[in-house]
């Protein structure tokens, strides 16, 4: 038997007693389990109880069965002869042993796994990487850090784990890499959490890699974390759907994966706008301008006529404008401040009928006076006609209102359709959409809201009601939303709800005469049981709730963020737990940032810090140098990223005339396709580009797909540069490359395009090349 053999099979060994020692948990966490869920409790808190422990082992459950796939995955030999293996999880020997059988890879007893090196082998003699298919062991690669303490024959040959990582052909889903995480990689994902960690990285640093495995280490080594979760903003739907099954894989589950469109809920942006509107919406200055829409709607500087039961009051601007005062210095938000502006109101425009009515009863009591007086001079003229002077305290009137008269009239006032109008009008309950429909539609609130921006800026935002949201209106809704607060009518009809459901758990307790709940088992303890008893998940309850905050949060492509999209992100971390993963290079969105600087010493003064990734896994050296004279044309003094590998394959260009275009890629993803034998092609184009060419290519080449949720597992995929960030292919087609170019950021755009393959790059171009791929060669 050959050494390599010999060592498949000592590893082999060592595999089959880590799965059963999983499969005998399984069996314990299945019965234990059965044993919870038969367990009806005494108490409610005992159901609560007994919910929350089946969950956990639920979660236990699941963790052991995503141990299927790649369970162990290293192994580190150090020079006092102990040997660690390393995994996706942690397991020990049963008790009462409780031996270290496999160390999880987010353990500091793993990082040696990640970081030693030659240089630094921190007393580790061999690293080996397994690769494994389910159950059992195909491959092993060994590295040798300390020759002198290396056992005889102990190198084995191979290409190493990574280098079969990067060569291997794209799934169109990006899997976990923990196996082959490289020591800055892992240096930055083991930084500590606080404050904003800001990542900068070329084309296939590994970027993305990182910042997932971060949000996994996270929520292993910092409960705090995990009790809120971690939110992981990326840039597109496609994007989301090539990097969903990491986490997952990795038994992370406190994770919710969005775009910053759809972190307002509720909202679905469906409509199109210039990228001009689109850059100014997104400006810091808007944060302004919904603030001054909001103070606009609070209060008045004139005056007020309020008309009840007939009579009209008037409440002049003194008195609003204290009313508006007191309610602002609340600094609560508008629809709750609203409650304390109205009760000062109610209590002016109270005293004012009072008052009104006290003059009424002192004008009748007066009147009442003056006829007594009369009465009593026609009597002393006939004073046979009665005994005596009608008078006495009986017949005073005395024209005051009674105090416990007052809180009926603020009722009244409060129910009457046509004050409540008023106060209505004078500091109205708004909602998010009402008041940027309200702003957006009408020039004047525009122009006293917005009045420092430019004027065509202002026109640009102009629009109709009703005509749509957009991906920027949602970070102004969530900043109106933010001022507005909630409606001052949720507690009541939380209130209520909570009520309904006592008096539903009664009929249940009143009906159940053989129910296994006992009488101690009140009915206000079983409506909390259920309401407490949200079947959701952390991740599905925090994306529902847009005032959830997170323990932390992640950012992808974060350069195309604006600053209005950054103040949204930020209200979701308020503990400004954050990491940031971008490359500034490949920023493509009209309203996106120009340097980390100008977003994070405004948003974050102090409290932000920067590394850099500086290595390229995933991008062949031809690739890089092919897309180089780009990025130097975006900025001569950036620097590309080292390549760690080539690809044996130049990349190319073809020229075409302008209406053969189509035909053109046609014919070269019919020759890309089969040279990857296998392997995915992207073509990458213009957004005006992507239904000619999808459809043209689907009527060519089988396995094509395209359009707004385009599948990235099929063999070719035709993407625009947007859609493409983030994203991997064994092959790309540019097409159309002088189109990219011509659209706002079109030199980011081209060089995203570029730099997408990790094994070969083809440009068609119609009609003369563009200067920055003149290098080329042609072909």
């Not at 259920?530 to 350069?559: C, M, S």
Request: net charge negative.
């Amino acid at each position: 038997m050959s050494r390599l053999s010999e060592e498949l099979a000592r590893e082999q060994d060592h595999l089959d007693k880590l799965y059963a020692r999983v499969d005998q948990l399984r069996a314990e966490v299945e019965a234990q389990l059965g044993r919870v869920l038969d367990h009806a409790g005494r108490r409610a808190q005992d159901l609560l109880e007994r919910d929350a422990r089946a969950a956990h082992l639920a979660q236990r459950r699941a963790a052991l069965d995503r141990a299927e796939n790649g369970l162990c995955f290293g192994r580190l030999d150090r020079a006092d002869g102990s040997c660690t293996y390393v995994g996706r999880m942690g397991l020990r020997s049963a008790p009462p042993e409780r031996r270290p059988l496999l160390l999880d890879w987010r353990a500091p007893g793993a990082r040696d796994f990640y970081a030693a090196t030659a240089a630094r082998n921190n007393g580790v003699v061999r690293r080996r990487h397994l690769r494994t298919e389910g159950r059992r062991v195909v491959g092993v690669e060994d590295e040798l850090l300390d020759l002198v303490r290396a056992p005889d024959g102990a190198a084995l040959v191979g290409e190493g784990a990574l280098m079969a990582a990067l060569t291997a052909h794209r799934t169109g889903r990006m899997g976990d890499v923990v196996a082959t995480l490289q020591a800055e990689q892992d240096e930055i994902i083991r930084m500590p959490p606080y404050g904003a960690l800001v990542v900068q990285g070329g084309p296939g640093t590994g970027k993305t890699a990182v910042a997932l495995h971060r949000a996994a280490y996270l929520l292993y080594a910092h409960p705090l974390i995990a009790e809120r979760g971690v939110l992981v903003v990326g840039p597109n739907d496609t994007f989301l759907a090539y990097v969903e099954q990491v986490l997952p894989s990795l038994g992370e589950s406190q994770v919710v994966l969005t775009t910053a469109e759809e972190l307002y809920p509720g909202v679905v942006p469906a409509r199109e706008e210039p990228a001009a509107v689109a850059r100014v919406k997104g400006r810091a200055e808007m944060a302004q301008a919904i603030a001054r829409a909001v103070r606009a709607r609070q209060g008045s500087g004139d005056g007020a006529d309020v008309t009840f039961q007939g009579d009209t009051y008037h409440l002049d601007a003194g008195t609003l404008g204290a009313a508006t005062r007191r309610a602002r210095a609340t600094a609560l938000p508008h629809n709750v401040a609203r409650r304390v502006f109205r009760r000062e109101v109610l209590d002016a425009l109270t005293g004012l009928v009072a008052d009104h009515d006290r003059a009424l009863l002192e004008q009748v009591d007066a009147g009442l006076e003056d006829e007594l007086r009369r009465l009593d001079a026609a009597l002393a003229r006939e004073e046979d006609l009665l005994p005596a002077r009608v008078g006495g305290a009986g017949t005073e009137v005395t024209g005051t209102v009674a105090e416990h008269e007052l809180p009926h009239l603020r009722r009244e006032l409060l129910d009457d359709p046509g004050v409540a109008a008023v106060l209505e009008d004078l500091w109205p309950l708004l909602t998010p959409e009402a008041l940027l429909e309200d702003l957006l539609a009408d020039p004047e609130r525009l122009r006293a809201a917005a009045g420092t921006l430019a004027p065509a800026d202002r026109a640009a935002l102009r629009r109709d009601r009703g005509s749509g949201w957009t991906a920027a209106d949602v970070p102004l809704l969530d900043e109106a939303a933010e001022l507005l607060g909630t409606d001052d009518g949720d507690d009541a009809r939380e209130r209520a709800r909570r009520e309904e459901a006592v008096r539903y758990a009664r009929r249940v307790l009143a009906a159940g005469s053989d129910s296994d709940l006992l009488p101690s088992v009140t009915a206000r303890d079983l409506a909390e049981r259920f309401a407490e008893r949200d079947t959701r998940t952390l991740a599905e309850r925090a994306a529902a709730d847009r005032t959830w905050t997170y323990g932390h949060v992640i950012v992808d492509e974060a350069q195309e963020l604006s600053p209005m999209a950054w103040r949204m992100v930020a209200r979701r971390c308020p503990a400004t737990s954050m990491t940031v993963v971008g490359d500034l290079a490949q920023g493509v969105a009209a309203a996106g940032a120009a340097s980390w600087e100008d977003v994070f010493d405004r948003l974050l003064p102090g409290r932000w810090r920067s590394v850099t990734l500086s290595v390229s896994y995933r991008t062949p050296r031809e690739v890089m140098a092919a897309a180089e004279p780009v990025l130097r044309a975006l900025d001569p003094a950036a620097a590309a990223p080292a390549c760690v590998r080539a690809a044996g394959v130049e990349p190319w260009r073809r020229e075409t005339d302008a209406g053969a275009l189509a035909g053109a890629v046609v014919a070269a993803a019919r020759e890309e396709a089969a040279t990857l034998a296998g392997g995915n092609l992207a073509v990458i184009a213009p957004g005006p580009r992507v239904p000619e060419l999808g459809a043209a290519l689907a009527g060519a080449v089988p396995g094509v797909s395209y359009g707004d949720g385009p599948d990235l597992r099929a063999p070719v995929t035709v993407l625009t540069p947007d859609q493409a960030k983030g994203l991997e292919f064994d092959g790309v087609l540019v097409a159309d490359p002088a189109g990219m170019l011509a659209a706002p950021r079109g030199l980011s755009a081209l060089y995203v395009a570029m730099t997408r393959p990790t094994r070969r790059l083809g440009v068609v171009h119609a009609g003369p090349v563009p200067g920055v791929l003149a290098h080329l060669p042609a072909c």
